[in-house]
């Protein structure tokens, strides 16, 4: 094709020296242009010329000098339009004097452009010039000398190829019809048809000489010379983009002249590369209206290609780009009513198949995705069609024996994007459940394939807000995304420890708040068959899954709350609710062996009772806040989840207003002797500091509301943990515990608490000055240091405030009359 291919710097060498004559002789033809001397520019533009005669240069070189070589004509051709046309006839001459050089590339490119020149001039016959310059182009059969000079055609007779769809018969009955006195129209020269028939011929050529270099030298350099064929693809394919650009071009015209002869021309090559290529040329080019048009003809040529086109990728561009347009509406009408477009493809696709069973099993795949695509999109109310798909591809999957797909494997990824495809266009997870191929075909995955679809499928319900209203959504639903409820038999051994694992049973968590029944006996149902389904997920599940259920409970029993004179069986009904709110909660201490996250749901839970006046419902709230006291009892080991856990039920007691006397002081003795539990001394101090408060900020059915404040039991705790902790033999921690005994001791004294002796206070004040005169110097003992005379100067302030308060209540009291003396009234 090309002699001395060399590498690249000699393929360099080559193009500057041809780029320096292109140049050289580029400047003359301009000076004498200048001057007024055609011929001596044209001699010189036939200098220029002669380096596109060159066999040196590869593809992608000989494109650079094209390119500066017709930059250079482009000058020469507004030069010659600028001086000929205001005498044209000149013109003549030019174009008979060219045709006496002697090279015929040179000859040819400036044949080209002088004829573009006449035509733009007005001069001689425009249809009569062009079939004269594509004929003459036949001259020149090298292929990439004469791909570049047809390429150059083209591109000068862009602007002047008639587009225009009149025909003499059609001018002659227009002419016929007007009026007297009206302006006939006058005859074109050349239409459409003529370019048509024009383009088509330069086509034919240029895929002609295209191939023709898939044929030229030795063997060896096969792999090299398709590599150059592929940069060149795009000259060819130009006179494709040509056609499609035409105004004028009716679908008429295009069944009848266009298609025909484009379709016989890449049939009749036999070239693999070429029909490829310009098959998808012709899907990407044309109207989707010409498609629909010749739909049969194209994918029976389709058929006669040969062995080695990747025909799927065709087919996946046809279908995807005919889904696309049949989604709009033409003419107020849906295209796909027109044409059963689904039938045709499937049918195609099912061929195709058979008649080569060495296609891989990737490409048989994205066969069906675009499949599918067409049956959703363009029929939504089909599913039949989406079904049917599936149900032939997991036929073929049967056929080649296979039984497990990994989901990041070639197929795998397009098995993910032939699944996800319903999910997006639907917009409603449920509908799939109407498609019982859908599962069948998902099951071939692995186990992370399945899981990946099933997550896609909770975010696309959770995004699209899809509600479970009914029981057999709920159904629908947990079928679809089994893999996440429930161990399966190909699930890893280490499944349970990835990030995926996780962030996939929290979906499940957030799509259990998205069933919400019309009312509330419907939604316990749900909520209960909803426990039971996800019970049998294992103890790694539960976890994520159960807590959901648990708080979609106690969003019941509140909803329900105000329903108390709708419904005669309110106060079971409502202790149902707890009952199976504890039962779920039990169940992540037994089987989930969880402790922190059921005693916190039991907290909840007793808030949420204390909250709903129901019979007995100071009986629920003890019982939830007993459980949560023996969790923390017996299975909270850390002393820092302890406390936490300590806190958390002491603040739950604080909140509760409705337990008898006797049951709260239970609960309150039971968290007084959690505290005297803790392992370690500053622990138990801290937490005797925390439940004293229980003591005072209580409150109790008898109390009507009312704090219990009482003194002498917070006095007792305060003892307690003043006594706890001299036995600290850490100096600093012992400075910190003393420190926040007096913050405590000064809280109760400010908020008159009787029982409080300053006596004491005082003690433990002296004690601690002592105890920070033996404290090491440190940054932590001038911390403490600041801490201690924040705390006196607040103790002060809480002296004054005490005093003054004292002053104002003696001041307000009534004066009582003075007892009589012994003499009064004698």
Known sequence: MYENPGNTTDQEKFLDQAIRVVKAEAFEMKRCLDKGKTMDALKHALQMLNEMRTSELSPKFYYRLYMDSMHELQCLEVNLIQEYAQEPSKLGNLYECVQYASAIIPRLYLLVTIGGVFIKCGLGSRKEILKDLVEMCRGVQHPLRGLFLRNYLMQCTRSVLPDFPETEEMLATHNNSLPK??????????????????????????NKLWVRMQHQGPSKEREKREKDRLELRILVGTNLVRLAQLEALTEEMYVRDVLPSILEQIVSCRDTISQEYLMECVIQVF???????????????????QQEVNIKILLIALVDRLALYTNSSIEGSPAPARMQLFEI????????????????????????????????????????????TFFGLRQVIEEKGITNIEAFGKVGRELTKLLNIPIDEYRNVLR?????????????????????????MIQNMLEEETILRRQDDVDAA???????LKDQDNQPENSYDTEEFTDEQNLVARLLHLIRADDVDSQFLLLNSARKVLGE???????????????????????????????????????????????????????????ELPMKLYLNGA????????????????????????????????????????QLTVGTLLKTTHLPGENWQSLANQAVFAAAKMFKKPDQVRSFITVASLYWHGK???????????????????????????????PLVQQQLFIQLLSAYTYYYEDNCSEINIDHIEELINRTKDNAVQLDISAEADSLEKQLEEAIRRLQLAKISVAAAQVVASRTEPDLPQPPSENEGL
């Not at 129209?185 to 330069?202: A, H, M, Q, S, Y």
């Not at 198949?353 to 109310?381: E, F, G, Q, T």
């Open 181 to 206: 006195g009206a302006q006939k129209l006058k005859p074109r020269d050349g239409t459409v048809e003529d370019t048509i028939d024009f383009v088509l011929i330069n086509f034919a050529e240029m």
């Open 478 to 484: 947990f079928s679809l995304i089994g893999s996440l």
């Open 607 to 646: 808030i949420t009772a204390d909250r709903v006046p129901f019979e007995d419902n100071h009986t629920v709230v003890y019982e939830f806040v007993s459980k949560a006291l023996s969790i923390l009892e017996d299975d909270v080991p850390e002393s820092r989840d302890r406390i936490r856990c300590l």
């Open 287 to 305: 109207a989707d209206e010409f498609h629909l048009a010749t739909l049969n003809e194209f994918l029976n040529a389709c058929g006669q290609l």
């Open 700 to 730: 109790t059915i008898e109390t009507n509301g009312e704090p219990l404040k009482d003194g002498k039991k917070v006095v007792d705790i305060l003892r307690k943990a003043a006594k706890t902790s001299k036995e600290c033999l850490e």
């Open 345 to 388: 493809f499937s049918e195609q696709a099912t061929t195709l198949i058979k008649n080569r069973p060495d296609m891989p099993m990737d490409d048989i795949v994205a066969l069906h995705v675009s499949l599918v695509s067409l049956a959703v999109k363009c029929y939504p109310d089909r599913l039949d069609y989406a079904n049917m």
């Open 537 to 595: 997920g294992g103890p790694h599940r539960l976890r994520y899954t159960l807590p959901p259920i648990i708080f979609e409970l106690y969003r019941l029993v509140l909803q329900f709350a105000d329903m108390k004179e709708e419904d005669d069986k309110w106060d079971a009904k409502i202790r149902k609710m707890f009952v199976c709110a504890m039962g779920t909660i039990g169940a992540l201490v037994s089987t989930a062996e969880l402790a």
């Open 432 to 456: 799939l459940s109407e498609l019982p191929e859908y599962i069948k075909v998902m099951n071939y995955f692995d186990y992370r394939g399945q899981c990946n679809i099933a997550a896609y």
